[in-house]
């Protein structure tokens, strides 16, 4: 079996620095040692190289407690992911799509993985390339890419190169609104014109404890309290406004104001 490839987007100030061209060419085409200068999308430049580093750090001490605190060994993390995919698909129904799909923030992959058995293709982005190194320390479907990417956008990736874009466990551990702002603008663009996406947020209503423990250090919180771990509620109004901004309309949703509140958004 083919080992997926692991590409990496480098960021260095408010450029990116990426190997190979830009484009939907499979990644284990490029030619090895080009390096492009790529302009970025307006999220301040000490942002993502922090957020990496952060989850890095996370991947080599734990990878499967910070992907998921809920799950223990890896065949309890894995057929967890299992589960997951199985209920989105009957979600999605017989109309599901089956061909290109991207997942943002896939971590050790464990739904990239579980989604690879229903897509001819999947893509997992992730911020971390350490969470990508844990997920291929397992033999992974040939038709699985991982790429790690800035954090902010889906840069690699072609305008409308996507019939479905998941992500789920990320967008609640990104505080800052205009890296939100900025993903949903790049999902606008890599659907295709009929493609869905589905993203999980958590919309529980403010927690005056949860901000008066985000106030602490981290050494004196529990793991999943500390910063880049703790999750960050958000108003689901102000989701469905950010999300028409970037000229994707909310559709249906599921779970509303609880911690996993998902959003089905087409172009509009
Ligand atoms: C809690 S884990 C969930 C992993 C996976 N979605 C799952 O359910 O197993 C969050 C993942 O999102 C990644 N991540 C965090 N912020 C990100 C960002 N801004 N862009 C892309 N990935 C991000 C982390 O590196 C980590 O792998």
Known sequence: MKAPVVQVV???????????????????????????CLPMSGVPADLEPTRRAAWDR???????????????????????????????????????????????????????????AFFE???????SPEMLRRARARPLPPNLVLTATSGADL????????????????????DEEAVVASYLREVARVLAPEGLA?????????SRLAAALSALPDPLLPRSRRRHMRRHRRDPARLRALARAAELEPMRERGGAGPEHWFFLRRS
Do not use: Y
């Not at 809920?70 to 989105?88: I, K, P, Q, S, Y």
């Not at 589905?198 to 403010?206: A, G, K």
């Open 155 to 174: 840069e690699p990736f072609d305008d409308g190169a996507f019939d479905f874009v998941f992500s789920h466990l990320v967008f609640q551990h990104i």
């Open 198 to 206: 589905l993203l999980q947020f958590d919309t529980r209503p403010p």
């Open 58 to 116: 996370f991947a080599r001490r734990d990878a499967l407690f910070h992907a998921d605190p809920n799950t223990g060994d890896e065949a309890e993390f894995l057929a967890a992911g299992r589960r997951n995919v199985a209920r989105v698909m009957e979600w999605l129904g017989e109309d599901a799509p089956r061909g290109r799909m991207l997942e943002i923030g896939c971590g050790p992959a464990r739904t990239a993985e579980a989604f690879a």
């Open 10 to 36: 480098l960021r260095v100030g408010r450029m990116h620095l990426r190997r190979g061209p830009r484009g939907s060419a499979p990644p284990d085409a490029w030619p090895g040692g080009r390096v492009r």
């Open 121 to 127: 293709r999947v893509d997992g982005v992730d911020v």
